[in-house]
T-cell receptor
Framework: AQKVTQAQTEISVVEKEDVTLDCVYE???????LFWYKQPPSGELVFLIR??????QNEISGRYSWNFQKSTSSFNFTITASQVVDSAVYFC?????????????FGSGTRLLVRP | GAVVSQHPSWVICKSGTSVKIECRSL??????MFWYRQFPKQSLMLMAT?????????EQGVEKDKFLINHASLTLSTLTVTSAHPEDSSFYIC?????????????FGPGTRLLVL
């Protein structure tokens, strides 16, 4: 199966707290890509990160960090010292082969609310 | 990075009319474009894959006669919602396959909100 699961539907934190958004994927491909996107209320998807399946190095970008673990098929996203502007829906996605073409398979999304 | 535009960003129409949404890759050529639909508080659902110069491939459950897709050039794909009804009201997002360095990636448009009265 080609599938992405984001078990957390909604998370609410107080500003400055750290928060981790979980993403678990299933794929039969040996080479694949994983993505995280942010969707603010305006609706436009904002690209955050792409990770190749052969690169398990964790990445940090400012307050954002990602933990990719092939052994557990997880690609979790942590926001450190959250801010109100981080409030949005976050989607994890898998680029995998389906029906002879490559498609993006999205998780159901996690709605993050950061309260002041 | 590459830019994908959509037009219009908002459209309100009466039931029974047809609506055309344009998706353009502004600074790159895209042989493949994708159309997604997103209902409130739900995830993006792929509707169809559009390949330049050939027929679109629709996902299961998507009516190809209702959602007409044309990909006439390497920078333009259009989605026409024919005889729109209130249940077609949704957020429609297109994306285009491009290349960043040696890696293929999808670039997303800003979306089109359709409200059918």
């Amino acid at each position: 199966a080609q599938k992405v699961t984001q078990a957390q539907t909604e998370i609410s934190v107080v500003e400055k707290e750290d928060v981790t958004l979980d993403c678990v994927y299933e794929t039969r491909d040996t080479t694949y890509y994983l993505f995280w996107y942010k969707q603010p209320p305006s609706g436009e998807l904002v690209f955050l990160i792409r990770r190749n399946s052969f690169d398990e190095q964790n990445e940090i970008s400012g307050r954002y960090s990602w933990n990719f673990q092939k052994s557990t098929s997880s690609f979790n996203f942590t926001i450190t010292a959250s801010q109100v502007v981080d409030s949005a829906v976050y989607f994890c996605a898998l680029r995998a082969q389906m029906d002879s073409s490559y498609k993006l398979i999205f998780g159901s999304g996690t709605r993050l609310l950061v309260r002041p | 990075g590459a830019v994908v535009s959509q037009h219009p960003s908002w459209v309100i129409c009466k039931s029974g009319t047809s609506v055309k949404i344009e998706c353009r890759s502004l600074d790159f050529q895209a042989t493949t474009m994708f159309w997604y639909r997103q209902f409130p508080k739900q995830s993006l659902m792929l509707m169809a894959t559009s390949n330049e110069g050939s027929k679109a491939t629709y996902e299961q459950g998507v009516e190809k006669d209702k959602f007409l897709i044309n990909h006439a050039s390497l920078t333009l794909s259009t989605l026409t919602v024919t005889s729109a009804h209130p249940e077609d009201s949704s957020f429609y997002i297109c994306s285009a396959d491009g290349r960043e360095g040696y890696q293929e990636t999808q670039y997303f448009g800003p979306g089109t909100r359709l409200l059918v009265l």
